[in-house]
């Protein structure tokens, strides 16, 4: 027996030692039915992960034993709504065939979908609110696109059934921070965790000690138990490479080359100043996505400019060196860039939309509310997709109260300007579903015109 086939046999062994581990942690070790949540993303570690657990559960299907399979598992997988497109179209097929999967084979496996509340969104904070883009000091993105969607729904399991347990996709090999941080939390001869912010909720990581050639022979070498075609993953990770990192080498396909360990995330983040695997995409044929690259690299570029920065927070507190939150200028022309990149590509694929349409009400209404009245976003809609659109009325609507107003409040502008504010932070709480706070908002800005008096 050669050493490339010991190999082989070893790694088939880990993976069974995995799932009988998961067959006991689900139904004996565990005697409760708290739930199991998984955290997918549709990547290789998550891929194995649930591909793993899958198994566990149809040999359990097969055990006499009467508890078996009562124990719900939710696949969670949290758009940030700013994903790379590619990666995006690619996991939401992903889940479709888990979710019919799960029913054809009665397994109790259920698929959530979470995204950011609107007012958390990318393109209402940066385009609405004027956040700049996050950086490496200022990396506000995280909490309100990917941890909050994902929290909630954790808390409404435990308050639903106490306690819970999320599976995690994460390995030690993975990195040297992330072999600290198991070590950090593990508790010796214990497979379960405490969560370090969610009460009530414990982690476990079964697939924490496979190493990367592992997770790759995993994929290239065993059926999806969902019936997907794990070679359109492999070929994703090959496509985005930037390297020339051998993985599979316990795979015998001639075929399966070089897969590389590029890593996906959202194509708007310019916490890194290069997306390589963008760029390697792009390389590698999918140049239909240059447009969002060459933005990813204007908002960076932008971002620290004096010329696109007002001096004060959104507080109004002065900020460091006078860079606060974006100008109103450049608010505008972000979301002109955005909607033109946008429209280029949905040259390529029409079903892409870089920013929804509520979003775009949603910036409107932080613009109104800043009292930005220059510039309206139906108009620069309209001038880049040569349309004669509102906003669902809205303009004309706020249009005539504005006039009236005026006209009540014969000529003073501070009157005016008072009036106008109160109603228009009245209305974005009612359309953002923000109503909680807004006595003191309107106290702050009552206060603000009394002192300027």
Known sequence: MNSKTQGIIDTNIRFQYIINELIDQYAYADRTQRPWIIGFSGGKDSTVLLTLVWEALLKLKKLPTPF???????VVCNDTLVENPLIAHYTHKILNKIEEEAKNQSLPVYVIRTVPRL????????????????????RWCTDKLKIKPTSRFIEEQVAADGEAIILLGTRINESANRARSFKKSEIKGKRLTKHPNQANTFIYAPIKFLMLEEIWYLINSHPSPWKADNSELFQIYTEASADDYECP????????????????????????????????????????????LDLHKSMIEERNKPENRQKRRRDGSLAVNGMGTYKDSYKKKLLTQLLQTQKQIQNHAPEINLISNQELIAIQTNWYRDLIFDYKVSDIYNQIYN?????????LKQQKEFDLLKSVCDGSETDFKLIQELLILQKNKALLNRKRGLKDDMERVIEKYLYAN
Not at 68 to 74: A, K, N
Not at 264 to 275: E, I, K, L, R
Not at 387 to 395: E, P, R, V, Y
């Open 249 to 292: 080498t316990m795979v015998t396909n001639k075929n399966h080359t070089s897969c590389g360990q590029s890593r996906f995330g959202c194509w708007s983040c310019t916490v890194v100043p290069v997306d390589k695997s963008m760029t390697t995409l792009i390389k590698n044929g999918h140049t239909w996505m240059k447009p969002l």
């Open 387 to 395: 349309k004669n659109q509102t906003m669902n009325g809205f303009d």
């Open 119 to 138: 007012e958390d969104s990318f393109w209402v904070n940066t385009i609405g609110r004027g956040y700049p883009v996050p950086n490496s000091a200022f």
């Open 68 to 74: 078996q399979l009562r124990r719900p598992v939710y």
